[in-house]
């Protein structure tokens, strides 16, 4: 039968059975494109599960969709973002706490440190708004949020290799600019 209108629409007047119905059609073709984004077998899982109890909670107030597996892949996407970046957050926490960090500086070396690390920051953020649109959202994808180029190129709509390119122009214009 596939996801429809209808479908939806029942779901949003309350139908269990509609809402089994888009759970069973479309939980598969979800599973592969959340897992292409993420890698994680239970990362994956669970937000789809998250995704589609948010559905049924949420069915009163949910408004006509037109394209529903394009809705949902989004949303799946908009969940697995977040997760991506949660892991990045954390990992970036633990990587941050050594021994080394603990012990005590003098004020003139953390003054001078902290103006160093704000030096770093102001070149690389003039270096990164060098990079087009395209560029800065496949260097976030690909560096920031961890994505491999070919989840990058479902995500975007293109072409593997486009991808590559992209970096690879993005990498060398970064290289000239921070030089």
Known sequence: MGINTE???AIRNGNAAAMKMLYQESYSDLYAYGFSMIADVDKTNDALHELFCELW???SSLSEVHHVKAYLKTCLKHKLSREISIDKQTSNIDDHLSVQDLKEHSYEELLIATQTENDAKIQLWQAIHKLTPTQREIIDYKFFKGLNYDAIA????LKPRTI????YTALCTLRSALK
């Open 7 to 9: 479908i939806w629409n």
């Open 154 to 157: 479902l995500l975007l709509g």
């Open 164 to 167: 590559y390119n992209h970096v």
């Open 57 to 59: 909670q949420s069915r």
